[in-house]
């Protein structure tokens, strides 16, 4: 069976893209013993840095061929130093003891990040001639059958590498906070990932198209009245995106919306998902909810 591979992918900053893609992940492989693969390509490194300590992160990514940086490293300088095998951290995060580390969450794996990622873009382009948006995903195939999901964390941008994601991709998602500059956003999104297809459409051999199939809300409060009208306006703008083709025709705004709520900010800090560190907040409650609806989606209505 192959891994459904998503891209979850904004180019504005703070709307939950990587506490999606963690908290999501943690939990599908959690409550459903799904096999999920994140992959982290932000030169942040926030989805590494979520899932491991920082002294565990440094140390393995000090070599840099065990991080993503290396999948591209290697087309431009023509070398083969990327192992998948060597990168992978499988079943994070890890408790650590007078024992050494063991796995918290069995079927949740991470290729990490490393900064030098930052780096690639220029040179990325500089071998423009070549088909630079598919090296991800002559990476990634090998490996496909091992995962049910392959979450890729893409950084705030559509960039070189960021293309790569949507080229590796089959659906992409966008998370999102419910405001008017994000509205606004959302549509020039939709028109700048249709045309990357479009331009690319002749190199998906024997692939469906992808497409925007589906939008997460993060940040959700209910104050007055102004989340639900920004809502009203987000499923309103994705109907008309829908009409004009832009969008899978299935496209859906996923619920539960994920509320505020600061246990999962203190997550980060323990370097642990929210599922692990507040399993009784009501941010683990809603990632659970929105959990089983995710998967509905993605094997049934799709």
């Known amino acids: 069976m192959r891994a459904k591979t998503i891209a979850f ?35 942040q490194c926030n989805s590494s840095l979520w899932l491991l300590q920082p002294e565990a992160w440094r140390d393995h990514i000090s070599d840099v061929s065990r991080s993503t940086y290396q999948i ?26 007078e024992d050494g580390g063991f796995s918290l969450l069995s079927h949740l794996d991470l290729l990490p990040a490393s900064v030098e990622v930052l780096r690639l873009e220029d040179r990325l382009h500089q071998s423009k001639f070549a088909l630079f948006f598919t090296y991800l995903q002559q990476a990634l195939k090998p490996y496909q059958s091992s995962y049910d999901y392959i979450f890729l964390d893409c950084a705030p941008n559509l960039y070189t590498v960021t293309k790569n994601a949507l080229f590796a991709a089959d659906y992409c998602v966008v998370p999102y906070v419910p405001d008017y500059l994000s509205l606004s956003g959302f549509g020039i999104l939709a028109d700048e990932v249709e045309d990357f297809y479009e331009r690319v459409s002749g190199s998906l051999t024997g692939r469906k198209r992808p497409k925007i199939a589906a939008l997460i809300v993060s940040h959700y409060r209910k104050v007055g009245n102004v989340f639900e009208h920004a809502i009203n306006e987000l499923q309103i703008r994705t ?22 709520d ?41």
């Open 72 to 97: 591209f490293e290697d087309h431009i300088v023509g070398t083969h130093r990327f192992d998948f095998e060597q990168a992978v951290l499988r079943g994070v995060p890890y408790s650590y003891g």
């Open 262 to 302: 600061v246990k999962v900010a203190e997550s980060t800090n323990e370097h642990l998902p929210a599922v692990l560190h507040a399993p009784a907040s009501i941010g683990s409650q809603d990632y659970a909810d929105l959990a089983i609806n995710f998967l509905n989606h993605f094997e049934e209505t799709l």
């Open 239 to 260: 109907e008309q995106l829908r009409a004009e083709g832009k969008i899978h025709p299935r496209t859906a705004l996923l619920e539960p919306y994920i509320r505020h």
């Open 9 to 43: 992918i904004n180019f504005k900053g703070g709307v939950g893209k990587t506490a999606t893609v963690v908290n999501l992940g943690a939990t599908i492989a959690k409550y459903h013993q799904k096999r999920v693969l994140i992959v982290d390509l932000d030169p």
